[in-house]
């Protein structure tokens, strides 16, 4: 596997990312929040620091540092596959 396709600086905002999966961040400032996608979430326990996407929920414990991170734990996908889809893999 040759990691060095894999951009980071590609990877979306979270911002624009959470809306596009329609869950939107509610919030101002850095870290924010939204329903958790990993638990039965009726009241947003997911935070979300929107310069890298990293992630905390604070119901179930799911966590990681990016938001690659977050979208390979939401869609089951690998690194490669997931990066592809963030379009962060050239």
Excluded: Q
Excluded at 8 to 34: C, H, Q, V
Excluded at 59 to 70: P, V
Excluded at 76 to 89: P, T, V
């Amino acid at each position: 596997m040759d990691s060095t396709r894999f951009k980071r600086e590609l990877l979306p905002n979270a911002i624009d990312y959470f809306d596009g999966i329609g869950n939107p961040l509610k919030g101002s400032g850095t870290w924010r929040s939204a329903l958790c996608p990993f638990h039965n979430d009726h009241r947003p326990s997911l935070r979300v620091l929107v310069e890298r996407g990293a992630y905390c929920c604070m119901a179930c414990g799911a966590k990681g540092g990016d938001l690659l991170s977050f979208h390979m734990e939401r869609t089951g996908k690998g690194f490669i596959e997931a990066a592809r889809d963030l379009g962060a893999w050239e």
